[in-house]
């Protein structure tokens, strides 16, 4: 009852079924940062990194530590979907909200297409004979009919799917460790760090690209108004998440780098097949361990991970729906389910659309990657000035640690890793932002200007959510 009157304090009703346990959150959070995520980008990673793709995926983890703590710091605080939108527009000022809201899609809108895009095209290359569109088509529909059941369909599938990714990468660090302890690779350090190729500079880089295996921790705060137990679980799950997946990511690439048959060939040419792991998985332990690892690789992608890249997507757009910043038929609910359904059923169209586009370019795939890994960035920037600006600045907080220290050094942190991100990603982040505030402009001379219910008596409520 108490996180009921919670929504209500701030002119919202409960309509979602808060159904979650700490322990499906934490599942939740892995199978959208995937444990095995790493296979898919490993060369790119490795390439752009000078070799230290080990100290790429660290760095990560250490810069995403301060964002999962300022989360953790303002879901306290609002403790309702819509993540980063609804805490820069609570935290600092709705129009504020509406901008990170806006360059979060960026992230959220495009993962979905992202991921069915990649897994997509590795079944192809699997399966020539069915084509790209095709597995395109079923990954989106099957995932779109699990989520529309609802939420406890899609956790207890996700689950499984977890369980498998597991076996696969404990196969994989098995058969490759013994390997190495055989003499089919060498023992080595430089995957954390190597004197001819190091900078800051290199490994700023080389994070860009690798906090795209990190991005779904911050999809659990997408869910605090479907946990049983409150905002205080949502800190703890992302925390426990972003740890736990950081391990794995960087054992298996260490393990990877230390088995990779051509390292000078991968360093001066890249991996645009992106191949690179399966070669190292192959050498370790034969054809069948690569074949496995590329085939697990596509499914989770396609199936486990997309679905919750899709749930996330939906609840952003229901969040922003709800208080009259997108169109009102994404707030609608299914009285009998108790999602958000249109907008469900929305980012399966969206996300299907743009896979079969992106499948036609030869960038598709690095393009989405740049575009997804800039707009999450971005929106983490933001988080940590919502943590200063409302707590202490606002609520004049005693406690500088958590308020200024912790969201500062990630800032900074996140600040360095942006500035050295690709170009390209830039430019075109930059312009989506142009865009945003293009946008925003609009909703002011509709008479449509951004407002957040419960932030003060004078201004309006949200829009209430329709169900159907």
């Known amino acids: 009852m108490q996180l009921q009157e919670e929504l209500a304090r701030y002119g919202y009703r409960q309509e979602l079924a808060r159904r979650l346990r700490f322990r499906d959150l934490l599942a939740y959070g892995l ?38 703590f300022s ?14 939108y609804n805490y820069a527009g609570r935290g600092i000022s709705p129009p504020v909200g509406f901008l990170a809201g806006w360059v979060i899609l960026l992230d959220y809108v495009l993962v979905p297409g992202l991921l069915y895009l990649v897994a997509s095209l590795a079944m192809h290359a699997t399966v020539p004979a069915v084509p790209v569109w095709l597995w395109l088509l079923g990954f989106v529909v099957v ?13 207890m599938v996700t689950r499984v799917m977890l369980i498998g990714e597991l076996i696969v990468l404990a196969v994989f660090l098995v058969v490759g460790g013994w390997a190495v302890a055989s003499g089919k690779g060498r023992f080595r350090w430089e995957a954390f760090y190597n004197a001819d190729t190091f900078t800051w500079s290199l490994v700023a880089g080389a994070v860009s690209i690798a906090v795209l295996s990190f991005l779904g921790f911050d999809g659990i705060s997408m869910l605090a108004e479907e946990t049983r137990d409150g905002a205080r679980q949502i800190g703890r799950a992302m925390a426990a998440v972003l740890v736990l997946a950081g391990v794995l990511f960087i054992a298996q690439t260490w393990l990877a780098a230390m088995l990779i048959p051509d390292a000078a060939g991968l360093l001066a040419e890249g991996d645009p097949n992106g191949t690179a792991f399966y070669d190292a998985a192959a050498a370790a332990g034969g054809g069948w361990l690569a074949t496995l690892c590329a085939v697990a690789t596509a499914i989770a992608w396609g199936l486990p991970n997309s679905m919750v890249a899709q749930v996330a997507t939906s609840r952003l757009l229901y969040a922003m729906a709800r208080d009259r910043q997108l169109p009102g038929f994404l707030a609608k609910v299914s009285i009998r389910r108790s999602v958000p359904i249109n907008a469900t059923l929305l980012t399966g ?31 983490f920037l933001v988080l940590h000035v919502s943590v200063v600006v ?28 942006v500035v050295n991100a690709n170009i390209a990603a830039q430019r075109l982040g930059l312009a989506w932002l142009a865009l945003g505030v293009v946008v925003l402009a609009g909703l ?8 957040l219910s419960g932030l003060a008596p004078a201004q309006p409520a949200g829009r209430r959510m329709e169900r159907v």
């Open 143 to 155: 995932n779109t009919v699990i989520n529309s059941v609802g939420i406890r369909m899609t956790a």
């Open 31 to 68: 199978v959208y940062m995937v444990p095995i995520a790493p296979m898919a980008i490993f060369g790119s990673v490795y390439a752009g990194s000078g070799g230290m793709v080990a100290l790429a995926y660290a760095v990560g983890v250490v810069a995403l530590v301060f964002t999962a």
């Open 349 to 379: 169209v969206v996300s299907l659309a743009l896979g079969l586009y992106m499948a036609t370019r030869a960038d598709g795939i690095a393009l989405l990657a740049s575009l997804i890994n800039f707009g999450a960035m971005v929106a």
């Open 390 to 417: 409302h707590h202490l600045i606002r609520r004049r907080s005693g406690n500088w640690w958590a308020h200024l220290v912790m969201p500062g050094v990630g800032f900074a942190i996140l600040a360095y890793v």
């Open 444 to 451: 002011y001379v509709s008479g449509r200007r951004p407002a």
């Open 71 to 84: 989360y953790a710091q303002m879901v306290k605080a609002f403790p309702m979907s819509g993540s980063v």
